[in-house]
């Protein structure tokens, strides 16, 4: 899709850090108008402001809580009051719960699954109607390199929330393989963010060498060009020392992938968690 063509706006989820904030920047810098959606206004107002500065595309903030039920019911509201047609919706808001599994109470559970699956899922289900209807339109679900691999100890949803996102994301390209709508699952390992400083595993990980870690820009930068490829990627794992490690556990017999990763994750999960 050329810059002439595009009539819509990027709507991204999780912007107001990190991945998601990379999202923010690189779209706007492809003259794309965005809407930014997190919990903290300050942070969103200050990279809006910065976003229309820097490359003069409009953008508007609505500051929300995805944990909430009725959270995708107040975005599509406002979408709706402002004519926002989304084209480019990324699916990038998420977190980990430190600990095992019934360390954390059920409503610290609940909370996470509906920021990382039943949010991902209704409001994808909202607006893809309105792509396919105009025939165009992108959806990047980031997901993680932990959905692709054996799950850990530890962060016991994450990794099978990422491991949906991706099954969910191949089910909607396949569906939407002629409809002009490209769906893609962006899989990154460790990348440089506020992630861990919110995990409390920042010392662990700081000690794994670099190789194993990619900056955010790189990530994003692979994510868009991944689904606005001629013939788009649909599961996408940028770098290549994460597509060594998604291949070799793909290779391996069950039980040696999963002793290899739980030998891993001992790296960068913390024995004693918050």
Known sequence: MNTEQKQGWALVTGASAGIGEEFCKQLAAMSWPVVLVARREDRLKQLAERLNRDYGVECRCYPLDLALPDAVDQLCAFLESDSIEVEFLVNNAGYGVPGTFTESDWQTHADSLR?????????????????????????VNVASLAGLVPGSAKHT????????????????????????????????????????????????????????????????????????????????????FNRFISA??????????????????KGYRAEEEH
């Open 157 to 240: 949803l994450y990794s099978a929330t990422k491991a949906f996102l991706i099954r969910f994301s191949e089910s909607l390209a396949m569906e939407n393989l002629d409809t002009g709508v490209a769906v893609s699952a962006l899989c990154p390992g460790f990348t440089y963010s506020e992630f861990h400083d919110v995990l409390g595993t920042r010392e662990l990980t700081e000690q794994m060498p670099s190789y194993m870690w990619m900056n955010a820009d790189e990530v994003v930068q692979f994510g868009i060009k991944s689904v606005m490829q001629k013939d788009p990627l649909v599961v996408a794992v940028p770098g290549l």
């Open 115 to 139: 920021v990382m699956l039943s949010s991902v899922c209704e409001l994808s289900w909202r607006l893809l109607p309105g792509m396919q209807q105009r025939g165009r339109g992108y959806v």
């Open 248 to 265: 070799l556990v793909s290779l391996m017999p069950r039980k040696l992938a999963i002793a290899f990763i739980q030998r891993m994750s």
